[in-house]
């Protein structure tokens, strides 16, 4: 399998509380995306990166925020949990746009109560 | 209107049977069109590309029709590990990024 992990696997918090989940990746792929996967609405693209530093938002990326510093992190912050954004949320990574498919880490479950 | 519509099922089908699932996109500028599979809270996995030609691998067989903005994903000899929920998968031309389907879903009964 691609070497793309993400952290936490499971996480619970408090509506109002910063929380920050990392995507980390050892293929060396230009692009990296961060999706958000809820019941009838399918997986939904909140924030992708085509390189160091250069981020670009998605369809629903209001109280999401990411940054790459390096081309093997890609992290998302949730500025002030709610409990809309209690979903689960996959990392994906690319070597290009168009042709090439996805490979996706394993998904962090997290729950804002 | 939706990037992608899929039929969300479920399909339930015995071993051995055909089943086809379609799947329309509506922007026709769209290049690139994939189905991924994806297992009970596991993480969406490609299946296949689909190419204009129409391509099989194995029991697989994917199809695309431009002029109907559909693409369709026929699965031959069902088998018990066929059990999942079948994405459908297009570029949106010009964007960055793949639209993803809500899924299919399907359960091969023995």
């Known amino acids: 399998d691609a070497g793309i992990t993400q952290s936490p696997r499971h996480k619970v918090t408090e509506t109002g509380t910063p929380v920050t989940l990392r995507c980390h990746q050892t293929?060396?792929?230009?692009?990296m995306y961060w999706y958000r996967q809820d019941p009838g609405h399918g997986l939904r693209l909140i924030h992708y990166s085509y390189g160091v530093k250069d981020t670009d938002k998605g369809e629903v990326s209001d109280g999401y925020s990411v940054s790459r510093s390096k081309t093997e992190d890609f992290l998302l912050t949730l500025e002030s949990a709610t409990s809309s954004q209690t979903s689960v949320y996959f990392c994906?990574?690319?070597?290009?746009?168009?042709?090439?498919?996805?490979?996706f880490g394993s998904g962090t479950r997290l729950t804002v109560v | 209107r939706k990037e992608v519509e899929q039929d969300p099922g479920p399909f339930n089908v015995p071993e051995g049977a055909t089943v086809a699932f379609n799947c329309t996109y509506s922007?026709?500028?769209?290049?690139?069109f994939f189905w991924y599979r994806q297992d009970c809270r596991k993480e969406p996995k490609l299946l296949m590309s689909v190419y204009s030609s129409g391509n099989e691998d194995g029991r697989f067989t994917a199809q695309l029709n431009r002029a109907s903005q559909y693409i369709s994903l026929l699965i031959r000899d069902s088998k018990l590990s066929d059990s999942a929920t079948y994405l459908c998968?297009?570029?949106?031309?010009?964007?960055?990024?793949?639209?993803f389907g809500t899924g299919t879903r399907l359960t091969v009964i023995p």
């Open positions: 922007n026709s500028a769209s290049q690139s």
């Open positions: 998968v297009v570029n949106g031309a010009g964007a960055n990024n793949l639209f």
């Open positions: 994906a990574i690319s070597e290009g746009q168009g042709h090439y498919g996805y490979t």
């Open positions: 293929e060396n792929h230009r692009y």
